[in-house]
């Protein structure tokens, strides 16, 4: 409890300017929140268009390749967790781990192996804290990710994608993105 009058006034000048503060970096968050979400909308035509391409050779190829055809039975599956790599994102980074934890869940009760790939600092921390394996993870660049990062991550799991079971394929590929119904 302040001891006087100027001490009430010194408290209470701080917290107007952590008010001021914290308000700014709301404003900072929406605005760069609706950057993305308006980046997002304009790849949507490429990314229905490519699911479109892939899903019309998948239904037409006569090749045997993993990439197009289902397996016989799902005995272990890729989970693919993007989130950020730092906070001040609302409920965004909690909302994905909570969809990925219920994802997991539902495929070990259905006795599928998980094997989880991270993208983002706050959900790998979130995976090693409850002390769960990861194959592989990359952080550091959810602010400005590139076609590169994209890259390496696709190669990574293609990669592990060909490598038969017995030498530890999944036979699955899941993405854990709140809303996402791709």
Sequence with gaps: MPASLRELRQRRKSVMATKKITRAMELIAASRVVRAQQAAQAGEPYITELIRAVSTVAAQSHADHPLTTQPAKVRR???????SDRGMNGAYTSNVNKVAARLRA??????V???????GRKPISYVRFRGLPIRRSWDGFSDSPTYAHAVEIADALIEDLLTPYEEGEWTRSTASTPGCSR
């Design 113 to 119: 192996e998980v094997v989880r790939y991270m993208v």
């Design 77 to 83: 599956v890729a989970m693919l967790v993007i989130a």
């Design 106 to 111: 539902r495929l070990e009760e259905e006795g």
